[in-house]
């Protein structure tokens, strides 16, 4: 039973670009959401998506979108970087309803020069 | 809007030792969930233990149980004998249940802290 994976592992971008990254979901889950973790800080929650909807989202700009498919798989978009979007992504999945724990993927590491 | 604290940025114990982690958290939701996750220097973030905010009896998954005090909103983990594999960063985290028992999984993590055990 695969978990949740994530694409790309690393990704440096330059400032003033755009990057999308990508989630699938583990097997049988229908929820993705999204955190950014800053190097030596907690995960903060970017949104989540359910049922190809954005059902929640944090306090993060517009520049941070995302979009899920019908097959669940997720991704998240980042326009006009700046340097501070350098962190960790992770990405992690659950049940829609009456399930609480999520199952989080290895993360990408976005470092924007 | 919920807080979580972790004031204890690094601990370290000796193998077959015991430690706690501490953690405490803001919110005036009465219904909720709190976590341990571990992320360890490979990354993958992964659940440690849960507990449900109704429930007064103290959750408990092998060597690692918590000690929650909902009045004084504090929700610690005791990691009993010390693993060398328990070396990761430790993540409490608090989710907000809605009505009907649906949550909306928005986690709000603290700050983490380093846990190193030695041999």
């Known amino acids: 039973d695969a978990g949740v994976t994530q694409s790309p592992t690393h990704l440096i971008k330059t400032r003033g670009q755009q990057v999308t990254l990508r989630c699938s979901p583990k097997?049988?889950?229908?929820?993705v959401s999204w955190y950014q973790q800053a190097l030596g800080q907690g995960p903060q929650f970017i949104f989540q998506?359910?049922?190809?909807?954005?059902?929640q989202r944090g306090n993060f700009p517009d520049r941070f979108s995302g979009h899920q498919f019908p097959n669940y798989s997720s991704e998240l978009n980042v326009n006009a970087l700046l340097l501070g979007d350098s962190a960790l992504y992770l990405c992690?999945?659950?049940?829609?309803?009456?399930?609480?724990?999520?199952?989080f993927g290895p993360g990408t590491r976005l470092t924007v020069t | 809007a919920q807080t979580v604290t972790q004031s204890q940025p690094e601990m370290s114990v000796q193998e077959a030792e015991t430690v706690t982690l501490s953690c405490t958290y803001d919110t005036s939701e009465n219904n909720y969930y709190l976590f341990w996750y571990k992320q360890p220097p490979s990354r993958q973030m992964i659940l440690v233990i849960r507990q449900e905010a109704y429930k007064q009896q103290n959750a408990t998954e092998n060597r690692f149980s918590v000690n929650f005090q909902k009045a004084a909103k504090s929700f610690s983990l005791k990691i009993s004998d010390s693993q060398l594999g328990d070396t990761a960063m430790y993540f409490c985290a608090f989710m907000k249940q809605y009505a009907g028992g649906t949550s909306y999984g928005k986690l709000t993590f603290g700050q983490g802290t380093i846990l190193t055990v030695h041999p």
């Open positions: 992690a999945s659950s049940m829609g309803h009456g399930q609480n724990e999520q199952y």
């Open positions: 097997s049988g889950h229908d929820t």
């Open positions: 998506y359910y049922e190809e909807e954005e059902r």
